[in-house]
């Protein structure tokens, strides 16, 4: 059986290959995620951002070998029927690349991306680039897929950039996303808001999960 580490290195090299053969998507909101699935000329990925984006089923074909062998090798790979199906999509934001879960995400362990996250990303780059102020520790609260993290410990290299969330899925995303970006300045740690961190710090981001969810999942019903 192949451990969480070597699955979570396999998962960055797939999500590098991705990025070396030009893959870009910029996910949109479930419900038009929805619904552009649901055109009938869309039931079957017919290139990378209809597996890695849409979500879509793919024939085995369609992938070159060595991107089926890393999807293998990460335990991304769902069958669906004589198709198969990936687990996790990757979304492009501000030159870079994140790794999250597929459409739909119904799991209560599931790692959201989407419209609210570039939204963040957009207030995150706005206040940087006008308090140009020494940071030297950020904290990003819930960080999910870590992109706020990411981008911060990017803008900031001399900062100690801590992530943190109660989601082990969201925790291990977030590792692999910082290797991705190459920022080396990024921790990823487990905490209940700061109950698990010490320490003072100069800047705090939160982008809290807000909405109303009749099964009470955490990334969107008040995160726990």
Known sequence: MISEKAQDQALLHLAQALRERGYHFI?????????????????????LPDVFGWSRPFQRELLP???????????VLEACGSRWRSRVRLSSLDGQLFVHSA????????????????????????????????????????????AGAVLTALARPQAEVLAVDINPAALRL???NAALAAADNLQA????????????????????PYLVDPTERAYRHGGG
């Open 189 to 208: 740690r487990h905490s209940n808001l700061l109950d698990a961190v010490d320490g003072e710090f100069d800047l705090i981001l939160a982008n809290p």
């Open 103 to 146: 459409f739909p995400t119904e799991a209560a362990d599931a790692v959201f991306f989407g419209p609210d996250t570039y939204r963040f990303a957009s207030a995150i780059q706005a206040h940087l680039n006008l308090h140009r102020g020494n940071i030297g520790r950020a904290v990003d609260i819930g960080c999910g897929s870590g």
């Open 174 to 176: 977030t590792q692999v």
């Open 65 to 75: 070998s060595a991107i089926f062998s890393l999807m293998e090798q990460a335990g």
């Open 27 to 47: 996910t949109p909101t479930p419900l038009t995620h929805e619904r552009v699935n649901q055109r009938p000329e869309n039931a079957l990925a017919e290139d």
